[in-house]
């Protein structure tokens, strides 16, 4: 599986994006998704999780309220919605498949097994 992720970009405090993550295969709808990011000089971290049918989703306490992951399998893409943005949120953001079909989410970014290439979000002060 190849993954896409695009959408970031340049953002004042509390703006918003949606950042995109395309699947290249089918057998995506089978998988749960991951966001995670990773700022300059620190570890990459869990952001939100969504399930393979998109009925559980979880998040780190950091964006919880303000970001929402979801996904359409049919379009074989999982979107990040990220309002209310703070300085603090600049990173790479990466989204992430588990080829377990039908797991639950994990939050640990050593159980994904398919990353994309990473999409960069820096809101300025």
């Known amino acids: 599986v190849q993954l896409q992720a695009s959408g970031g970009g340049l953002v004042q405090a509390g703006g918003s994006l949606r950042l995109s993550c395309a699947a290249s295969?089918?057998?995506?709808?089978?998988?749960?998704m991951g966001w995670f990011r990773q700022a300059p000089g620190k570890e990459r971290e869990f952001v939100a999780a969504i399930s393979w049918s998109g009925g559980s989703t979880y998040y780190a306490d950091s964006v919880k309220g303000r970001f929402t992951i979801s996904r359409d399998n049919a379009k074989n893409t999982v979107y990040l919605r990220m309002n209310s943005l703070k300085p603090e949120d600049t990173a790479v953001y990466y989204c992430?498949?588990?080829?377990?079909?039908?797991?639950?989410?994990?939050?640990?970014?050593?159980?994904?097994?398919?990353w994309g290439q990473g999409t960069q979000v820096t809101v300025s002060s």
């Open positions: 295969e089918r057998t995506f709808t089978r998988y749960p």
């Open positions: 992430a498949a588990d080829q377990e079909p039908y797991h639950p989410p994990p939050r640990l970014a050593g159980e994904y097994d398919y």
